[in-house]
């Protein structure tokens, strides 16, 4: 079976501030992890993925993530919020090779930026 | 034209209105989703069609009907609802065969529908 966990349900960072969203995952094959963005009154849009290529995932709009298997984690970061960065972000699952159908997503995290 | 749209964006309906969701993707895709999404739940998949042909319905209450007459749409018809069916009710796409691997699992999703049932 697999889940996301994501921790945080609403994170709030200054503009120019780091950016941390926290996603930890539980599969027991290998596994596909996506992150998504919902901006207000919209639906969800890929932000970047991992398919078991290289472990650190560059995304859109400055955004990365890293694949620690030890940890069993894969958190979304950018070095300097900006004010547009607000949204909501959910961390999915899958297994590798699996159909779309069987992703999981988190519970999501809601970033809020301060001027 | 974007890739996956739904109508209506907003619907207000009383709880013995019969209404219907629209949703229309120009990716090309063959799979189609319809989610529900609540304040403080996490996504809810409803119902998955592949190549037209149901694949799941995640226990949906019968008030909720599906119908996908050709792969590039989908609808949802509603009846009888409840005041706690109200949410963002979210359609998307995801191309299932023959793609590259890097193509699969991912589903583009539509604007979604807010619902709001008195």
């Known amino acids: 079976a697999q889940s996301v966990t994501q921790l945080g349900s609403h994170v709030s960072v200054s503009e120019g501030a780091l950016v941390l969203l926290r996603c930890n995952y539980s599969s027991s094959v290998p596994p596909y992890l996506f992150w998504y963005v919902q901006y207000p009154n919209q639906g969800l849009q890929l932000l970047l993925k991992?398919?078991?290529?290289?472990?650190l995932v560059k995304g859109i709009n400055g955004f990365e993530a890293e694949f620690k298997k030890s940890e069993t984690s894969f958190h979304l970061t950018k070095p300097s919020a900006h004010m547009s960065d607000a949204a909501e972000y959910f961390c999915a699952v899958t297994p590798s090779g699996s159909s779309a159908s069987k992703i999981i997503f988190g519970s999501g995290t809601r970033l809020s930026i301060r001027p | 034209e974007t890739g996956v749209t739904q109508t209506p964006r907003h619907l207000v309906m009383g709880m013995t209105n019969k209404k219907s969701l629209k949703c229309e993707q120009h990716l090309g895709h063959n799979a189609m989703y319809w989610y529900k999404q609540s304040a403080k739940k996490p996504l809810e998949l409803m119902f998955v069609?592949?190549?037209?042909?149901?694949?799941e319905n995640n226990s949906v209450p019968s008030r909720f009907s599906p119908e996908c007459p050709n792969s590039s749409h989908l609808f949802l018809h509603l009846h009888t609802l409840q005041p706690e069916d109200s949410a963002l009710y979210l359609c998307?796409?995801?191309?299932?065969?023959?793609?590259?691997?890097?193509?699969?699992?991912?589903?583009?999703f539509g604007a979604g529908t807010r619902l709001s049932v008195l």
């Open positions: 998307a796409s995801s191309q299932e065969s023959s793609g590259s691997w890097a193509a699969k699992n991912i589903q583009y």
């Open positions: 069609y592949n190549f037209k042909e149901q694949t």
């Open positions: 991992y398919t078991s290529a290289a472990t």
